[in-house]
């Protein structure tokens, strides 16, 4: 049997988020006329923004490395006035849509059976709602469909034809999230994850036509994408969305639906999130880890290492471990304080994040656990 490899690749027309009060908003939209008015919020313009409670009073937005446009429509929304929660939704939902991206949304990879099962959860800081869905299906956003769990039911989670259901009676559009590309590494998944079944991969004419399942590398994900945010008010919002791991068994969740787990915000302290391999995550409850260590006053990249080493520990099956001992899969965390500092970290080294801050949008280095071994003795490692 071959031995599954643990690799990361690694975002209708909503209702209305409860809005800021009067004052505040009007105090905000004073604060940002200058750039409220461009469509991409240059550093000269942001740098205008006086007053506030982010870093240098300007907004602050943190997401996965695939989340680097929707940093900068995150920034640009709540410059606007937007009310967090809304910008980062709006953020993800440019990755969620992209058929590009085989780890979210649209064009997401599929379960085992070939089809695509979408999993969201946001967290808005000024009312701590929450809202969440897994295992939906057809639907392109369902960043969306979770924050109206939040705002029109008495629950945190829907899931399934639940969820389903729910999104169809607010209006959401129901698409085939399978794209061709991600079919197309569905069935070569099929083909050749195994040479027990009756799936055989087309002839090969390089070979003389001859039919092999030799391995050969493929797309395979953890998904996701993760997007926080800090407005000059000082007031955070978050939201998590994924495909999920790629070929799952029909049903699996992850730790991006889970709150506490792929994500938590607490207005007061800061808000976290991951990506990775979710079950890990959920083992340790990541992303509550993190800002209860922000609360007790450690930065946000110390306390995305200390969820890591915790998680490092905690891992014990020897199927999840390399022959050095070290963990074979990938986690990063992403955390933002309250007062505006932030970071990143991996269990391996080499992962990038997205922020927007002090007026500019970019990439920057996660701190890390290990350094990655030459790629040669890496499949198992993550990336």
Request: hydrophobic content about 40%.
């Amino acid at each position: 049997m071959r031995r599954r490899c643990y690799l990361k690749s690694n975002e209708v027309v909503p209702e209305k988020e409860q809005p800021m009060s009067d004052l505040s908003r009007r105090e905000f939209l004073q604060s940002a006329a200058v750039a409220a008015t461009a469509a991409a919020v240059t550093p000269e313009l942001a740098a205008q923004v006086p007053g506030g409670a982010g870093k240098g009073a300007l907004p602050v937005v943190i997401s996965s490395a695939n989340g680097l446009r929707a940093t900068q429509r995150a920034a640009t929304m709540i410059l606007e006035g937007a009310d967090t929660l809304d910008a980062v939704i709006a953020g993800v939902n440019i990755v969620e849509e992209d058929p590009e991206d085989m780890s979210v949304g649209y064009g997401g990879l599929p379960n085992e059976d070939g089809i695509v099962e979408l999993d969201s959860c946001v967290m808005h800081g000024p009312s701590f709602g929450a809202g969440a869905v897994a295992a939906l299906r057809n639907i392109k956003t369902p960043s969306q469909v979770a924050r109206l769990v939040m705002q029109r039911t008495d629950h945190v989670l829907l899931v399934g034809e639940g969820a389903l259901r729910f999104a169809r009676a607010h209006g959401f559009e129901e698409v085939n999230l399978l794209t061709d590309g991600a079919r197309r590494a569905w069935l070569k998944w099929k083909e050749r994850h195994s040479d027990c079944d009756d799936w055989i991969p087309p002839p090969d004419p390089a070979k003389n036509d001859t039919q092999t399942r030799a391995p050969v590398d493929l797309p395979f994900s953890y998904g996701t994408i993760n997007c926080c945010a800090l407005d000059p008010a000082g007031n955070m919002s978050g939201v998590t969305t994924t495909s999920g791991l790629s070929f799952k068994i029909p049903g699996r969740v992850g730790d991006s639906p889970i709150i506490g787990a792929g994500l938590y915000v607490d207005n007061e302290v800061g808000a976290a999130g991951s990506t990775g391999r979710g079950e890990a995550v959920i083992k340790v409850c990541g992303s509550h880890t993190i800002v209860e260590a922000m609360r007790h006053d450690m930065a946000p990249v110390d306390a995305c290492l200390h969820a890591l080493k915790r998680i490092t520990a905690a891992t014990t099956e020897s199927r999840l471990r390399r022959e050095d001992g070290r963990v074979n899969f990938d986690v990063k965390f992403y955390a933002l304080a309250k007062d505006g500092r932030f970071g990143a970290a991996a269990i391996w080294s080499g992962a990038k994040y997205a922020v927007y801050a002090d007026g500019q949008n970019r990439l920057e280095d996660c701190a890390y656990l290990h350094e990655r071994p030459a790629k040669a003795q890496t499949r198992d490692a993550g990336s």
